[in-house]
């Protein structure tokens, strides 16, 4: 796999930047988690107040790496398979990165900008790298966050732990099998005053267990959110129903739809020295709601307000609330759900797609060219037949998503005689999945948009029909022997157009 490389380095941005002069196009110099904090900011969104030391930095720290060339061609020469030996290049490179300093530049700037945040007031200090929060890579907790850092010494050991944190072995391993060039992944640092919260948790904007975009999903506990990100809790879990899928309307009060309380052993509570320690809970908080309805609800909203800053992708959000006001410490894209075919249809609603390549037992991804092959010629959702003489025109209820192409089914499954009919013969062909499309056609807000029987009837004539008419006169009249023939003369004919193409065409297969 090719290693994959950024577009662009720092060069010569500065070496400290506030949140409120970053934007969601920085990740080059901020990485992922500090442009997203730096996006929200400047959007009115509670955060935090901090900086972050940029991608430049931590080139400046590997500079003083001698043999950094040898170092890197170590780690970029692993294909991912052998754990042992990434384990050993890891070590090597944390080894000997310990041994150098911050430079004195960056120093400078690190703490005329911490002057600037507030010596006295607790940091939390975060690995933020260029390759993080991607849609189709997962870099989140690769590499180190501390909490209550106080004091100049600190702050700057915390941050170039941060930079060393790059090559843990699970962020060398990552890459390695995911083909990500260790060069190519630079880091940045979020320093960020730290809230020491009454609750904190983490928001779905989207069901990462169902998959349903129109549910949040909350979990919460006492204290800071690091028991509940490293699972040492069973927090509380909240589902909050959003909106009708399509409608724009809100659904009916009350609007949560699960609230259970989980058993919160202990909370992590800020040292006044610096660090953290547990705290156990007295059993009257242990199993109590961490949140109130009105705190789930503000939550929710909070969620689709960031969610629509990202274009309406489904959003990660680390969350806090100190004196009953809420604070996002981070964002990110949620990466494990599986991808929606956009469909153009303007009555956006609750849509039906079925898998394409599963009917024709085809379950791999697909590439993009025969995504789109099939999609101009099925003829699915087009004025008439295609020619050879058509412009392309791909069909509109063939859908790619994931590299597989989905049917949109919808037209059909709104109009009632057709419905029966279509899934009458998916459950003959396959019970499971027939049975599966009927309860999700028998959701009150499927059913608020009825079908049009004139125009599916039309759309299925003007497909059918031409294939309709000229069958039966085929099957009388036609010599099966001079079809045969008439068969295996293209096929010559196209063999030997093939060996007069170019060397690139006649790499094809013919089959």
């Given at each position: 796999?090719?290693?994959?490389q ?19 196009g ?11 904090l730096g ?32 170092r ?9 398979t ?12 944390r ?8 430079p004195?530049?960056?120093a400078?700037a ?5 002057h ?7 940091l ?7 390759a ?8 989140a ?8 850092v ?6 700057l ?19 390695a ?6 060069r ?6 979020v320093?960020?005053?730290?809230i020491?919260?009454?609750?904190s948790?983490i ?8 998959g349903?975009r ?25 589902k ?31 040292i006044?020295g610096?660090?953290?320690?547990k ?5 009257s ?15 929710a ?25 809420i ?7 949620i ?14 609603g609750?849509?039906v ?11 791999d991804?697909?590439?993009t060219?025969?995504?789109d092959v ?5 003829p ?10 058509d ?19 919808t037209?059909i ?13 998916l ?7 027939g ?7 028998d959701?009150?807000?499927?059913n608020?948009r ?5 125009w599916?009837?039309?759309?299925v ?13 085929t ?20 063999r030997?157009r093939?060996?007069?193409?170019s060397?690139r ?6 089959e």
């Amino acid at each position: 796999m090719a290693k994959q490389q950024p577009t662009e380095r720092a060069g010569d941005a500065p070496l400290t930047v506030s949140f409120d002069d970053v934007g969601s196009g920085d990740t080059s110099i901020v990485g992922g988690k500090g442009a997203n904090l730096g996006a929200l900011t400047r959007a009115g969104v509670a955060v935090p107040p901090g900086f972050c030391v940029t991608t430049r930095g931590y080139e400046m720290f590997i500079a003083q790496l001698a043999d950094s060339d040898a170092r890197f061609a170590d780690l970029d020469s692993l294909d991912g398979t052998d754990v042992k030996a990434a384990r050993h290049a890891a070590e090597t490179m944390r080894a000997a990165l310990d041994t150098l300093p911050v430079p004195a530049e960056v120093a400078d700037a690190v703490r005329g900008s911490w002057h600037s945040l507030g010596v006295d007031d607790p940091l939390a200090v975060r690995s933020s790298a260029t390759a993080e929060d991607l849609p189709g890579a997962s870099f989140a907790g690769q590499q180190d966050t501390y909490l209550n850092v106080r004091g100049e010494a600190a702050l700057l050991d915390a941050v170039r732990r941060c930079w060393i944190s790059l090559f843990t072995d699970r962020a060398v391993l990552y890459r390695a099998r995911n083909g990500f060039g260790h060069r190519g992944v630079a880091l940045a640092v979020v320093v960020q005053k730290l809230i020491d919260p009454d609750v904190s948790g983490i928001l779905f904007t989207a069901d990462p267990v169902s998959g349903n975009r129109n549910i949040a999903s909350i979990d919460a506990g006492f204290g800071l959110g690091e028991a509940l990100v490293s699972g040492l809790i069973e927090a509380d879990l909240y589902k909050v129903g959003k909106r009708e899928a399509g409608s724009g309307r809100r659904v009916p009060e009350p609007r949560i739809l699960l609230a259970r309380a989980g058993d919160k052993a202990f909370a992590i509570r800020s040292i006044p020295g610096g660090g953290t320690r547990k705290e156990p809970l007295p059993e009257s908080m242990r199993k109590a709601r961490a949140l109130s309805d009105q705190q789930v609800l503000a939550l929710a909203e909070l969620g689709e307000r960031v969610e629509k800053l990202y274009d309406g992708v489904p959003q990660d959000i680390e969350w806090c609330i100190v004196g009953g006001k809420i604070f996002v410490v981070q964002a990110r894209p949620i990466t494990s759900l599986f991808p929606i075919p956009q469909s153009p249809a303007k009555d956006s609603g609750l849509r039906v797609f079925l898998s394409f390549g599963h009917i024709q037992m085809m379950l791999d991804a697909m590439p993009t060219l025969a995504i789109d092959v099939l999609r101009l010629f099925i003829p699915a959702g087009k004025d008439r037949l295609p020619t050879l003489s058509d412009p392309p025109k791909l069909s509109p209820y063939m859908l790619p998503a994931a590299s597989r192409i989905f049917l949109d089914v919808t037209p059909i499954l709104r109009v009632r005689r057709a419905r029966k009919a279509f899934l009458d013969g998916l459950t003959v062909v396959y019970a499971d999945l027939g049975r599966a499309v009927k309860v999700l056609t028998d959701r009150p807000e499927f059913n608020k948009r009825r079908g049009n029987e004139i125009w599916l009837a039309t759309a299925v004539f003007r497909v059918l029909g031409p294939v309709i008419r000229r069958l039966p006169v085929t099957l009388l009249t036609g010599d099966p022997a001079a079809r045969a023939r008439r068969s295996t003369w293209r096929s010559r004919r196209f063999r030997r157009r093939r060996q007069s193409a170019s060397p690139r065409a006649r790499a094809l297969p013919i089959e």
